[in-house]
């Protein structure tokens, strides 16, 4: 079974700063998604960034990219320029490539930008 | 276009009552997911439907859970009867056909569930 780790339970940054939030997961696949979500308190669970495994580039969204380490399995995500409203739970999930369609997440990362 | 609708969006109830949460899709969305986040955990996966059929039910609790989608719009899912433990947040989640590469999950707000 497909596992996924953020241990970064909580992290704090001050504004226009750059924080990059860790993930590693575990799979035996070599096909397959990672994603990372946002939850802001308003509780919308939003996309923030998706990667194919089999793209060895590193997906970008504007101030938000990816380290993509697969052999280390590893999917971090970097925010640049931080703003107030980037404040939010992270969550960085896995999803198979073929077969089921779930998501599995990891515990998330409580993010504060401060002013 | 409208989004995932969940509600209500909090419940509280008492142990042994019964909670029923509902969920509206985005319109056309094939796939229907149900996920939870138990306070301080990760989320967790509860159910896949696609359409009105059960298509991945795995995550499922116990018994005491029932998801329906009679007709493959809105889904329910009924706690019966609730436990402390059942305390959460519950989300769902809908996307388009799978037969597509990629197909973006958009969620709802969720429905926050207190059982004293």
């Known amino acids: 079974a497909q596992t996924v780790t953020q241990s970064q339970p909580e992290m704090s940054v001050q504004e226009a700063e750059t924080v990059t939030l860790s993930c590693t997961y575990d799979?035996?696949?070599?096909?397959?998604?990672l994603f990372w979500y946002k939850q802001p308190p308003s509780r919308q669970m939003i996309l923030v960034i998706r990667q194919e495994a089999y793209k060895q580039q590193n997906a970008t969204e504007n101030r938000f990219s990816v380290n993509f380490q697969k052999a280390a399995k590893s999917f971090s995500l970097k925010i640049s320029d931080s703003q107030l409203g980037d404040t939010a739970m992270y969550f960085c999930?896995?999803?198979?490539?073929?077969?089921?369609?779930?998501?599995?997440f990891g515990q998330g990362t409580r993010l504060t930008i401060n002013p | 276009e409208a989004g995932v609708t969940q509600f209500p969006s909090h419940s509280v109830i008492e142990k042994g009552q019964t909670v029923t949460l509902r969920c509206d899709p985005i319109?056309?969305?094939?796939?229907l997911y149900w996920y939870r986040r138990v306070m301080g955990k990760e989320i967790k996966f509860l159910l896949h439907?696609?359409?009105?059929?059960?298509?991945?039910e795995s995550g499922m609790p116990n018994n005491r859970f029932l998801a329906e989608r009679t007709g493959g719009t809105y889904s329910t899912l009924k706690v019966q009867p609730a436990e402390l433990e059942d305390s959460g947040v519950y989300f769902c989640?809908?996307?388009?056909?799978?037969?597509?590469?990629?197909?973006?999950?958009?969620f709802g707000n969720g429905t926050r569930l207190t059982v004293t």
């Open positions: 319109s056309g969305h094939d796939n």
């Open positions: 439907f696609v359409k009105e059929s059960k298509q991945d």
């Open positions: 989640a809908s996307s388009q056909d799978l037969t597509r590469r990629f197909s973006p999950l958009h």
């Open positions: 799979t035996s696949e070599s096909n397959y998604y």
């Open positions: 999930a896995f999803r198979s490539g073929q077969g089921a369609q779930k998501l599995v």
